[in-house]
């Protein structure tokens, strides 16, 4: 019995998790209240309450949630296969369709929240953004060992310039309301960037 009940509760935090996502999806984190959850799930606020604390740890929950899916993605790329050069190029390819799959995650991103609200949810979202900062730019870097990137690029410093160049495309897909192909943005992104760091003649 206790096995069962264990699982029902991670049922019961899952569903909570997509509700809010859906709701920031939709109506932005603003509108993401802890009766507005318990309504979209269906359970009672103090119900709610047992999952999580308040709003700030469902934020949190919804950060660790997008790491971990993010880190599934890019586990399921086989970039050990590829060249470094080759690695990022897919990475990019790949970040821009997980976001145009999980369109909660620009909101969450540009949300008031983060900018001067919960520091609980902002310190979570540094970590995860300095995760993938990392991840880039430890690609940059590895391509620069292989002589496909020029030795005078900075790789952590590239690797932010790239990551807010595509969370500022993020942000205008949100802003059209989804209008055009966020996906299809890659290559466009690759061919300003990436090729802009190939070694000159």
């Known amino acids: 019995m206790a096995v069962k009940k ?3 509760a991670e049922v019961r935090r899952h569903d909570i998790i997509e509700a809010a996502m859906e709701i920031i999806r939709h109506d932005g984190v603003a509108k993401l209240t802890t009766r507005s959850l318990s309504e979209a799930v269906g359970i009672a606020q103090p119900t709610l309450f047992l999952h999580f604390g308040n709003k700030s740890h469902v934020l949190v929950a919804l950060v660790d949630t997008i790491q971990e899916r993010l ?3 890019m586990a399921g790329l086989g ?7 080759e690695r990022l190029k897919t990475v990019i390819r790949a970040h821009l369709s ?3 799959k999980q369109p909660g995650i620009p909101r969450l991103l540009f949300s008031e929240a983060l900018q001067s609200g919960d520091p609980l949810f902002r310190d979570r979202m540094n970590e995860l953004v300095m ?3 990392n991840f880039v730019s430890g690609m940059i870097a590895a391509a620069q060992e292989k002589g496909e990137i020029r030795p005078d690029i900075v790789p ?3 690797a932010c310039i790239l990551i807010a160049a595509v969370q500022g495309l ?3 897909w949100i802003l059209s309301d989804h209008r055009f192909d966020l996906a299809e943005q890659a290559d466009a992104v690759i061919t300003t960037f990436i090729e802009g760091w190939a070694p000159r003649p």
């Open 131 to 133: 995760f993938f900062l």
């Open 6 to 8: 264990r699982k029902s």
């Open 156 to 158: 952590q410093q590239n």
């Open 79 to 85: 970039l050990e296969k590829l060249t470094p050069l």
């Open 71 to 73: 880190q599934a993605e």
């Open 98 to 100: 997980f976001i145009q």
């Open 170 to 172: 993020a942000f205008r």
